[in-house]
């Protein structure tokens, strides 16, 4: 009972900038860490950037030094300001959420938001 809801995807020129928001809704007590992934044709799924409750970040090593993950807890939301992007960054980029579906249990599950597409010409 918990979507995630993406946004922000298009094209963009390289070099160009583009932000992504992930919003979570519905029924849950709390979320843990929320980050991107992307997948692109031919390519295996790969973490972008993890932020977790606390602001623990985590980074690719391709994206270090122009992508930028963010969170309002308050909104439970995550975003994701990509600048200098490049042709390579062109995938279909996922919301991911570690929510703690109950405040009795803790227990912890995760759900992926449906994809937003990020296309990068050069």
Known sequence: QVQLVESGG???????????????????????????YRQAPGKQRELV???????????ADSVKGRFTISRDN???????QMNSLKPED?????????VVTSQLTKKINDYW???TQVTVSS
């Open 49 to 59: 950037a993890t932020m977790s409750a606390g602001g623990d970040t985590n980074y």
């Open 10 to 36: 298009g094209l963009v020129q390289a070099g160009g900038s583009l932000r992504l928001s992930c919003a979570a809704s519905g029924y849950f007590f709390s979320i843990n860490v929320m980050g991107w």
């Open 74 to 80: 308050t909104k439970n939301a995550v975003y994701l």
């Open 113 to 115: 938001g449906q994809g």
């Open 90 to 98: 062109t995938a279909v980029y996922h919301c991911n959420a570690a």
